[in-house]
Structure formats: structure tokens, C-alpha cells
């Protein structure tokens, strides 16, 4: 299943992190793609929000992983910098860890990552206008996005 939306500001793609956050549940992975700033932190804030996070959420590109407290734990990831060579294949654990995985740049981890996700390619399509497309294979996913995008 694949879905496109139209998002026109930043705070569109808040709620639209929220609304996805609502849905999820433990153990459930989502793949962020898209260009240098078309998004992904931006629609992890709004997941996180959904999951009641209260700890700053912001890219952690230099620490590759942040841990976030809320009704569930959020992995957020960035993985920007790696690639099969660089021994971080421990990230694929806390795909399992009873919370939700958000991965910043995950077409570089697609090696490691489970089949069954949900994935959200934004582009940029100038100014603070982006499209969002999510696709998944597995049902559960496919619901996801069917209650997101009506």
C-alpha cells in the first residue's frame, strides 16, 4: 500500500507525526527518507508527542541513537554516517525492545532493517510545501496509514 499527502508547514507535519504516533505500537519500526531537512526530525517530534515524550527531540546524527521516556520508548536514530562497514549493526536490537524505532536516513541501514515497517519518504517541494509518501507491505502497517490518510 502506498499513500501520498501534501504537507504545507511545519506544523502539518507535527500533526501528522501525531496522528502516526497515536497508532503505533511496541516493537513497530518506521524508516524515514527524504533529503537534508525535508523533515524526518520535524515529523519525529510530532511522533513523540503523540507518545508523550517530554525530552527534547532533535537529530541525533552525532550520537547515532537518543533514547526517549513516554508511554512507550522512542529509539530515534540517525544513521546518516553509516554503512555496512561501520560495526553499528547493534542498532537492529532496538527494533525489538518493547518501544518504537524511528530511523532518520534508513535507506543506509536497509541491510538491517526488519521487513515488516512502515516507510515515509518526504520531499522537499520548496519552501515549507513537502510530499509525504508512505508505503508498507505488511497489514498492520497498511492501517496505519489507511486511519492517517482518509
Request: charged share 25%; glycine share 10%.
Amino acid at each position: 500500500m502506498v499513500k501520498e499527502i501534501e504537507i504545507n508547514s511545519e506544523s502539518e507535519m507535527i500533526a501528522l507525526g501525531k496522528r502516526i504516533g497515536g497508532l503505533l505500537e511496541r516493537n513497530m519500526v518506521i524508516a524515514l527518507t527524504g533529503d537534508l531537512g525535508a523533515g524526518k526530525t520535524t515529523l519525529t517530534k510530532g511522533i513523540g508527542q503523540a507518545l508523550e515524550v517530554k525530552t527534547t527531540i532533535n537529530s541525533p546524527t552525532f550520537t547515532i541513537l537518543k533514547i526517549h521516556s513516554g508511554t512507550m520508548p522512542l529509539y530515534h536514530m540517525d544513521v546518516y554516517r553509516i554503512n555496512p562497514e561501520s560495526g553499528d549493526d547493534y542498532l537492529e536490537e532496538y527494533f525489538e525492545k518493547d518501544g518504537v524505532a524511528v530511523v532518520e536516513w534508513a535507506e543506509n541501514i536497509a541491510y538491517l532493517l526488519p521487513d515488516s515497517l512502515l516507510k515515509i519518504d518526504i520531499k522537499n517541494l520548496g519552501g515549507t510545501k513537502r510530499l509525504v509518501v508512505l508505503s508498507a507491505t505488511d497489514p498492520k502497517y497498511g492501517k496505519i496509514i489507511e486511519s492517517v490518510i482518509k
